[in-house]
């Protein structure tokens, strides 16, 4: 402990760079209109194959992005670091994919969390506060600093303040989900140094459980002295015992994987923790090793093999003592041995061999600091509590900070911040099914193929936890039948066991389909079915499924069949799977996306019953239509350069460069050079449209228009701070649920016709602030819109906007490159457009396709724009 004790000196170039900057969305150029958003990356959307071989994985529908947290890991599946990867290492070099942001930040407007803007940010650490604001040892506590603006410089920053600003705010309103140890545990974090603190949350934000070298933490602008706060996260404290009073510590403990014992660290020393040859060794550098391996007279090519020879000819030595070799078993060595001393004996030189090794390793990595996992852990509660998210990012926690010194508006709602869990038992509970989650996420998607064997296991863990699934089921039940009053079961539902209980079973569903084991799933099926109230975005894909299994394969799995004869079976579940689709184009969860081939499913399935055709359901006013054929000739540019090319190892980049021929001369007067979705807007804007190179920004700025005041609707907890652009629920199924009777009124409302006037009244309203909103681009202009808006057949914009509320965060994605419209003098309505634009090498993906089918069953004209290229020329 005392070599931590000591001042470390700094090395030259200070402390390292933080690599935190946000990617903004960009806008493209558009030579007759504002710059709209560009469109977002999403996950793509697998369509339904009626053959169960070709199916795509074990979450397809997850692929339409129904449940957020789908695309969010858990806290449990974050990756961590090789032994041996030093802190200035940026996660990128590790390999690790980089983080998605969190609710909260979704929620927020963007923000530069830069090395610049913290460093700006930080500048106004001017004078200490005084007065009021001062905490009862006279110390301004996070909440002032942050609202006041004032700092001393070396006593706080950003990371500490936001760290302690999260700790803060759940112990506040929700202290009873932490025992007497974890409390404790909070007390002494807040008497420890402001060195020792910010060290940890540094620490802390890689997420990582590989041990560092002192010497290469480069804080040393933030940190005095090093060696004392390594120091002080080292010191070994005292906790008190259990309250056996205390419930929350009943039937709890199989629930998690650690646990405060009677003494617990911030931080563990390598001296008491690093005991093996094998575990050291992995913490030296090549050269370092190469170095020892000489010593050792050992060889490889590279790190790896160096490892492994070095490993292996340790634990050789330590298997021939085990089994109670010698190196000599002749007479004359052993009376040899006989006459040495006690310390000289083949035993204890293989231990001096070992212990020699293990000195000589960390002597060169000198003293090594490693996050002590039961603190870790516990800090990750107060972080999934305070986030309502199970993923959070360095970023994560400056968010909120740098929002509010923003100087934005934002719009007005009612900020409301209560309890998630009602108890200790159902936080551990979430976190255990989260874990359990984790697993069959492992299994299915982190491992490579799982073959039989890996499916197997799959079903096991649901077996284990299927009974308290359909427990949890029935109290949450009862819960929305008797407590819930304002909507807020949906979101709460995120954080019940149950949630993600639920994604096991859907996962689950698709394992028995893989066994082959149909009546199983079809049971599984029915029964995620049963129940309204987990991932009802989900349901359309459960109702396929089910109706493919009644008309394929459940004639034949019937362990009780009605009748003997085989066409009888197969006829009498076709007609069961005609009422399933029935029921599926009927049920109110079943989103819009799914109708189309839950339409055709049934016409197939009322031909083959033979049901005569004044009884047959008709679906032509909804019937698809081929999206039209446009062919655009133009010049296409190629450079002549090695980028063009592709670098070594890539795919070269399908975005070709066009000539702007009908558009805008440049400043030389000559045509511009344009991407060929801007070339293609040129054409059509000399056919008499007007239109947007936007993709989904213009949907979005719609959607944020029209449904205004219901995405600010007061929702209990979907607004946690006062700095949102959107609830925290608007990027999961349970956003429309809770809103579904507003949101059916507005799309009335807009069907008749009302667009214009919600869209004016909010523009007249809000343009003056530029009210951060979600998806709402403000460089728009209103007249534009307006336009836009009474070209549109009222019903065919109530079911645009009636997808984007199902499904908000994967509709954004997809949507046809051009949006176009035009009117003439004699004709009181408009028209609407959308056109996709493909060269040559552009094929349509899954969401572009669903969009188009989405667009065409709307009534709405879509196009596919061919750019051909009539010439090509090279460029410099």
Same mark, same amino acid.
């Given at each position: 402990?005392?070599?931590?004790?000591?001042? +470390?000196?700094?090395?030259?170039?200070?402390?390292?760079?933080?690599?935190?900057?946000?990617?903004?969305?960009?806008?493209?150029?558009?030579?007759?209109?504002?710059?709209?958003?560009?469109?977002?990356?999403?996950?793509?959307?697998?369509?339904?194959?009626?053959?169960?071989?070709?199916?795509?994985?074990?979450?397809?529908?997850?692929?339409?992005?129904?449940?957020?947290?789908?695309?969010?890991?858990?806290?449990?599946?974050?990756?961590?670091?090789?032994?041996?990867?030093?802190?200035? =290492?940026?996660?990128?070099?590790?390999?690790?994919?980089?983080?998605?942001?969190?609710?909260?930040?979704?929620?927020?407007?963007?923000?530069?969390?830069?090395?610049?803007?913290? /460093?700006?940010? =930080?500048?106004?650490?001017?004078?200490?506060?005084?007065?009021?604001?001062?905490?009862?040892?006279?110390?301004?506590?996070?909440?002032?600093?942050?609202?006041?603006?004032?700092?001393?410089?070396?006593?706080?920053?950003?990371? *500490?303040?936001?760290?302690?600003?999260?700790?803060?705010?759940?112990?506040?309103?929700?202290?009873?989900?932490?025992?007497?140890?974890?409390?404790?545990?909070?007390?002494?974090?807040?008497?420890?140094?402001?060195?020792?603190?910010?060290?940890?949350?540094?620490?802390?934000?890689?997420?990582?459980?590989?041990?560092?070298?002192?010497?290469?933490?480069?804080?040393?602008?933030?940190?005095?002295?090093?060696?004392?706060?390594?120091?002080?996260?080292?010191?070994?404290?005292?906790?008190?015992? $259990?309250?056996?009073?205390?419930?929350?510590?009943?039937?709890?403990?199989?629930?998690?994987?650690?646990?405060?014992?009677?003494?617990?660290?911030?931080?563990?020393?390598?001296?008491?923790?690093?005991?093996?040859?094998?575990?050291?060794?992995?913490?030296?550098?090549?050269?370092?090793?190469?170095?020892?391996?000489?010593?050792?007279?050992?060889?490889?090519?590279?790190?790896?093999?160096?490892?492994?020879?070095?490993?292996?000819?340790?634990?050789?030595?330590?298997?021939?003592?085990?089994?109670?070799?010698?190196?000599?078993?002749?007479?004359?060595?052993?009376?040899?041995?006989?006459?040495?001393?006690?310390?000289?004996?083949?035993?204890?030189?293989?231990?001096?061999?070992?212990?020699?090794?293990?000195?000589?390793?960390?002597?060169? $990595?000198?003293?090594?600091?490693?996050?002590?996992?039961?603190?870790?852990?516990?800090?990750?509660?107060?972080?999934?509590?305070?986030?309502?998210?199970?993923?959070?990012?360095?970023?994560?926690?400056?968010?909120?900070?740098?929002?509010?010194?923003?100087?934005?508006?934002?719009?007005?709602?009612?900020?409301?911040?209560?309890?998630?869990?009602?108890?200790?038992?159902?936080?551990?509970?979430?976190?255990?099914?989260?874990?359990?989650?984790?697993?069959?996420?492992?299994?299915?998607?982190?491992?490579?193929?799982?073959?039989?064997?890996?499916? /197997?296991? *799959?079903?096991?863990?649901?077996?284990?936890?299927?009974?308290?699934?359909? $427990?949890?089921?029935?109290?949450?039940?009862?819960?929305?039948?008797?407590?819930?009053?304002?909507?807020?079961?949906?979101?709460?539902?995120?954080?019940?066991?149950?949630?993600?209980?639920?994604?096991?079973?859907?996962?689950?569903?698709?394992?028995?389909?893989? +066994?082959?084991?149909?009546?199983?799933?079809?049971?599984?099926?029915? /029964?995620?079915?049963?129940?309204?109230?987990?991932?009802?975005?989900?349901?359309?894909?459960?109702?396929?499924?089910?109706?493919?299994?009644?008309?394929?394969?459940?004639?034949?799995?019937?362990?009780?069949?009605?009748?003997?004869?085989?066409?009888?079976?197969?006829?009498?579940?076709?007609?069961?799977?005609?009422?399933?689709?029935?029921?599926?184009? /009927?049920?109110?969860?079943?989103?819009?996306?799914?109708?189309?081939?839950?339409?055709?499913?049934?016409?197939?399935?009322?031909?083959?019953?033979?049901?005569?055709?004044?009884?047959?359901?008709?679906?032509?006013? *909804?019937?698809?239509?081929?999206?039209?054929?446009?062919?655009?000739?133009?010049?296409?540019?190629?450079?002549?350069? %090695?980028? %063009?090319?592709?670098?070594?190892?890539?795919?070269?980049?399908?975005?070709?460069?066009?000539?702007?021929?009908?558009?805008?001369?440049?400043?030389?007067?000559?045509?511009?050079?344009?991407?060929?979705?801007?070339?293609? +807007?040129?054409?059509?804007?000399?056919?008499?449209?007007?239109?947007?190179?936007?993709?989904?920004?213009? +949907?979005? $700025?719609?959607?944020?228009?029209?449904?205004?005041?219901?995405?600010?609707?007061?929702?209990?907890?979907?607004?946690?701070?006062?700095?949102?652009?959107?609830?925290?629920?608007?990027?999961?199924?349970?956003?429309?649920?809770?809103?579904?009777?507003?949101?059916?009124?507005?799309?009335?409302?807009?069907?008749?016709?009302?667009?214009?006037?919600?869209?004016?009244?909010?523009?007249?309203? =809000?343009?003056?602030?530029?009210?951060?909103?979600?998806?709402?681009?403000?460089?728009?202009?209103?007249?534009?819109?307006?336009?836009?808006?009474?070209?549109?057949?009222?019903?065919?914009?109530?079911?645009?906007?009636?997808?984007?509320?199902?499904?908000?965060?994967?509709?954004?994605?997809?949507?046809?490159?051009?949006?176009?419209?035009?009117?003439?003098?004699?004709?009181?309505?408009?028209?609407?457009?959308?056109?996709?634009?493909?060269?040559?090498?552009?094929?349509?993906?899954?969401?572009?396709?669903?969009?188009?089918?989405?667009?065409?069953?709307?009534?709405?004209?879509?196009?596919?724009?061919?750019?051909?290229?009539?010439?090509?020329?090279?460029?410099?």
């Amino acid at each position: 402990m005392d070599r931590f004790v000591q001042r +470390l000196k700094p090395p030259a170039g200070g402390s390292r760079s933080l690599q935190t900057a946000i990617s903004l969305g960009k806008t493209k150029r558009n030579p007759q209109g504002p710059p709209p958003a560009k469109k977002q990356r999403i996950q793509e959307v697998k369509d339904t194959d009626d053959d169960e071989s070709t199916r795509t994985g074990p979450d397809e529908s997850s692929r339409t992005g129904s449940d957020d947290e789908d695309a969010e890991d858990s806290i449990l599946s974050v990756p961590r670091s090789e032994p041996g990867t030093d802190l200035d =290492e940026e996660p990128e070099d590790q390999g690790l994919a980089p983080p998605r942001a969190t609710a909260i930040e979704v929620s927020m407007p963007p923000v530069v969390a830069s090395k610049e803007a913290i /460093e700006e940010y =930080e500048v106004m650490r001017a004078s200490q506060l005084s007065g009021p604001s001062q905490n009862q040892e006279g110390v301004p506590d996070a909440a002032s600093r942050i609202e006041d603006r004032k700092w001393t410089r070396g006593k706080s920053s950003i990371y *500490v303040d936001a760290f302690n600003l999260a700790l803060d705010t759940v112990l506040e309103d929700e202290t009873h989900l932490f025992d007497r140890k974890e409390k404790k545990v909070f007390d002494v974090w807040r008497s420890l140094s402001y060195e020792a603190q910010y060290l940890y949350v540094r620490l802390f934000l890689r997420k990582t459980s590989s041990w560092h070298r002192v010497e290469r933490l480069g804080y040393y602008n933030d940190i005095s002295d090093l060696g004392v706060a390594a120091a002080s996260l080292l010191e070994c404290r005292d906790l008190p015992p $259990t309250d056996l009073d205390d419930s929350s510590m009943h039937d709890t403990e199989e629930m998690q994987d650690w646990s405060l014992r009677d003494r617990f660290t911030f931080a563990d020393d390598s001296a008491a923790h690093i005991t093996t040859i094998d575990e050291a060794a992995s913490l030296l550098s090549l050269d370092e090793l190469k170095a020892l391996a000489k010593e050792a007279k050992v060889q490889g090519k590279n790190k790896a093999e160096l490892l492994k020879a070095f490993c292996r000819t340790s634990s050789r030595q330590a298997g021939l003592m085990a089994v109670g070799l010698r190196r000599s078993s002749t007479s004359d060595s052993t009376e040899s041995r006989t006459n040495q001393s006690q310390d000289a004996s083949p035993e204890k030189q293989d231990l001096n061999r070992n212990t020699h090794f293990l000195t000589k390793i960390l002597s060169i $990595t000198g003293p090594l600091i490693r996050l002590s996992e039961p603190a870790f852990k516990l800090f990750e509660r107060v972080h999934l509590v305070f986030y309502r998210s199970t993923e959070w990012t360095e970023k994560s926690l400056t968010t909120i900070i740098l929002a509010k010194i923003a100087r934005r508006n934002f719009p007005a709602y009612i900020v409301c911040r209560s309890n998630i869990f009602g108890s200790r038992r159902e936080l551990l509970e979430f976190e255990h099914s989260m874990r359990q989650e984790f697993e069959v996420d492992k299994i299915l998607e982190f491992n490579g193929p799982p073959g039989n064997e890996g499916f /197997e296991k *799959v079903v096991a863990i649901f077996e284990k936890v299927s009974e308290r699934w359909r $427990t949890l089921l029935r109290e949450e039940q009862h819960r929305e039948d008797s407590v819930y009053e304002f909507g807020e079961g949906g979101y709460l539902r995120r954080f019940n066991a149950a949630h993600a209980y639920t994604r096991i079973a859907h996962k689950t569903a698709y394992v028995l389909g893989r +066994l082959h084991r149909y009546r199983e799933e079809h049971d599984l099926l029915t /029964e995620l079915l049963r129940q309204r109230l987990f991932h009802p975005g989900r349901r359309g894909s459960w109702y396929q499924r089910k109706a493919l299994l009644e008309e394929r394969y459940m004639w034949e799995v019937d362990p009780n069949p009605v009748f003997s004869d085989a066409d009888v079976r197969k006829k009498l579940y076709q007609r069961i799977a005609a009422t399933t689709c029935e029921t599926a184009l /009927e049920d109110r969860d079943c989103h819009l996306i799914y109708h189309y081939d839950l339409q055709k499913r049934l016409l197939k399935l009322e031909k083959k019953l033979r049901i005569p055709k004044r009884l047959q359901h008709d679906f032509g006013h *909804v019937e698809l239509r081929q999206p039209e054929e446009h062919t655009v000739e133009g010049i296409q540019l190629v450079r002549d350069d %090695a980028d %063009a090319k592709g670098k070594a190892g890539r795919a070269v980049s399908t975005k070709t460069l066009w000539l702007d021929e009908l558009g805008e001369a440049g400043e030389d007067g000559a045509p511009q050079h344009v991407s060929v979705e801007e070339m293609c +807007l040129s054409y059509y804007r000399s056919q008499g449209w007007k239109g947007y190179h936007s993709e989904g920004g213009i +949907l979005r $700025t719609l959607f944020a228009y029209l449904f205004f005041d219901i995405l600010f609707l007061y929702i209990p907890n979907v607004f946690q701070t006062a700095f949102q652009t959107c609830p925290l629920d608007l990027h999961s199924d349970a956003f429309y649920p809770a809103r579904a009777s507003e949101i059916n009124h507005r799309l009335v409302e807009i069907a008749n016709g009302g667009a214009v006037g919600m869209l004016r009244a909010v523009d007249e309203r =809000e343009r003056e602030r530029r009210t951060c909103v979600v998806g709402l681009n403000w460089d728009f202009e209103v007249e534009d819109l307006i336009e836009l808006v009474g070209c549109f057949e009222g019903a065919a914009l109530a079911a645009v906007c009636k997808v984007m509320a199902q499904d908000y965060k994967s509709r954004g994605g997809g949507v046809p490159d051009l949006v176009l419209w035009r009117r003439t003098d004699n004709e009181k309505k408009g028209e609407v457009m959308f056109s996709e634009v493909k060269s040559a090498n552009d094929r349509l993906s899954d969401t572009q396709r669903l969009w188009i089918h989405v667009l065409t069953g709307a009534g709405i004209r879509v196009a596919l724009c061919n750019a051909v290229a009539r010439e090509v020329r090279t460029v410099g």
